[in-house]
């Protein structure tokens, strides 16, 4: 992602969001061939030799399909690194700086759309055409969407399907009151990429991914092995499945965080950014309820999974718009190079966390730490679950310190 951006900035949006889906597409597909590129490895010919292997065969056989499935997942994890920042920037694109946050809270929502869907689709999937073939229709799928992409993605200014008053509301923040009308961008400067850095607001974004994603793929990652650690569920199990779908139901109420600095924007007049920041204060206060997630998992799993799934709809409805805050303040030639930035940061954390969650859970388990009433792996969730809780606070206060006021960046 650190670079993500600037490759998005630099190739534009078309031509960027089409090699980012591409690579993407590909990624995907080419894990349907690991277990061909086995195969020819290890001098195999079908599942059943290899079902039959002993020895140090196996050990060849897990080393190479590891390897070639890293390889896969890599190449994936290229083509993603671009989504965001073509995504926030095509926003900014089509919508005025009060809207932003609500348009991208409703394309972050696709997230926990297709989590919601997976579980329903791909195993039945694979297990009528393969493994091989499920990995190479979802690959497809971003092909179809490419196609889409070419035909119907132009830049308001030259769409036929913007009219003269739309394009005149999209572009209203042209004419905002105490900032300098922003120029088209194919006039504007270009920020170097060390440049970005020495900006305030770079690094305000930064502290707020940094300290902030890693609680959302937390709860993404270690939430069925909570389950199953916590209360004997598997996420295979009807009772495993209908948790983790009401979770991510749960999270689609992210849809309506997003429109919440729309709504002091058209009733106050303040500027955007102290509009989204207000609403951001507001989200950080929501996973505090994670701290009841434990006293309370003694009662039910249900009340747990119910917690987590409103912690996960304040993280989108925070996440859409710490996203817009770069649109507010940046010009729209910079917007993907900045949030690719803090896409690295919010990963860079999200590492930090998932490292020290799993190395806390270890010495909990082997330890027997206690903590709260609780002891084991329980007590080393409710440690995470209080980190998670005040991380957007902590965020939030950072990032309100090093950008006090709304203060647009200008090239000219």
Not at 240 to 251: E, K, S, W
Not at 294 to 314: E, K, N, R, Y
Not at 351 to 367: H, P
């Given at each position: 992602m650190l670079f993500a951006g600037r490759f998005i900035d630099w190739m534009g949006m078309k031509k960027g969001y089409l090699w980012s889906i591409g690579v993407w597409s590909g990624g995907a597909c080419l894990h349907a061939l690991c277990g061909v590129v086995t195969e020819n490895y290890v001098g195999m010919h079908n599942a059943a030799e290899m079902i039959a292997a002993t020895g140090d065969v196996v050990v060849v056989l897990a080393t190479v399909s590891m390897y070639c499935f890293l390889v896969a997942r890599c190449v994936l994890a290229l083509g993603e690194a671009g989504n965001f920042p073509a995504a926030i920037k095509v926003t900014a694109e089509y919508f005025p700086k009060k809207d932003r946050a609500y348009a991208t809270s409703i394309f972050n929502a696709g997230a926990s759309i297709g989590a919601l869907i997976a579980?329903?689709?791909?195993?039945?999937?694979?297990?009528?055409?393969?493994?091989?073939?499920?990995?190479?229709?979802?690959g497809a799928l971003g092909f179809v969407w490419m196609g889409m992409w070419v035909f119907m993605y132009t830049a308001p200014n030259k769409s036929k399907h913007v009219n003269a008053a739309e394009l005149a509301y999209i572009e209203q923040d042209k004419y905002e009151e105490g900032v300098a009308p922003e120029l088209p961008e194919e006039d504007q400067k270009k920020i170097g990429f060390w440049q970005c850095f020495s900006y305030k607001q770079t690094w305000a974004f930064i502290s707020g991914k940094f300290m902030t994603d890693g609680v959302w793929w937390f709860f993404l990652f270690w939430t069925p092995s909570y389950l199953n650690t916590q209360f004997g569920i598997k996420t295979s199990d009807p009772l495993?499945?209908?948790?983790?779908?009401?979770?991510?139901?749960?999270?689609m109420l992210s849809i309506y965080g997003g429109k919440l600095p729309t709504i002091f924007i058209n009733r106050t007049g303040m500027n955007p950014y102290a509009a989204r920041m207000k609403a951001m204060l507001i989200f950080a206060f929501f996973p505090l309820v994670a701290l009841l997630?434990?006293?309370?998992?003694?009662?039910?799993?249900?009340?747990?999974?119910?917690?987590?799934?409103?912690?996960?709809?304040?993280h989108q409805s925070w996440s859409a718009n710490i996203f817009s805050t770069v649109g507010d303040m940046f010009p729209k030639s910079a917007i993907a190079s900045i949030t690719g930035i803090g896409g690295?940061?919010?990963?860079?954390?999200?590492?930090?966390?998932?490292?020290?969650?799993?190395?806390?859970?270890?010495?909990?388990?082997?330890?027997?730490?206690?903590?709260?009433?609780?002891?084991?792996?329980?007590?080393?969730?409710?440690?995470?679950?209080?980190?998670?809780?005040?991380?957007?606070l902590i965020g939030w206060v950072i990032m309100k310190t090093l950008v006090p006021k709304y203060k647009v960046i200008t090239l000219g």
């Open positions: 579980p329903l689709s791909i195993p039945p999937l694979a297990k009528w055409l393969g493994w091989e073939m499920a990995f190479i229709v979802i495993g499945m209908a948790l983790i779908f009401t979770l991510y139901a749960v999270t997630a434990q006293p309370l998992g003694t009662i039910s799993p249900w009340f747990p999974v119910l917690l987590i799934g409103i912690d996960g709809a304040a690295m940061a919010g990963g860079v954390g999200s590492m930090i966390l998932q490292k020290a969650a799993g190395n806390l859970f270890v010495y909990a388990d082997e330890t027997r730490m206690t903590f709260m009433g609780f002891e084991g792996k329980p007590a080393g969730y409710f440690v995470i679950f209080c980190v998670c809780s005040v991380a957007y």
